[in-house]
């Protein structure tokens, strides 16, 4: 039985910008410090995308979780 969702994740061109939007819009914070990854064939294997590089982060607020990716 499912009983909900971790998160979503949705990707950006400008993750700075889509961060600022939800924080104002609807008071999400980062849960966990802006990562990133480059050239790490792990990740690539993961997601499918062969020399993939991304910048995230985690956003919360209450029991809610977006992570937003560019």
Known sequence: MIRGIHHVSIHTADLDR???????????????????WANQPDFDAVIGVPGSAARGVMLKAGNCHIEVFE
């Open 18 to 36: 889509l961060v600022a939007f939800y924080h104002t819009a609807f008071g999400f914070t980062p849960a966990c410090e802006v990562y990133s």
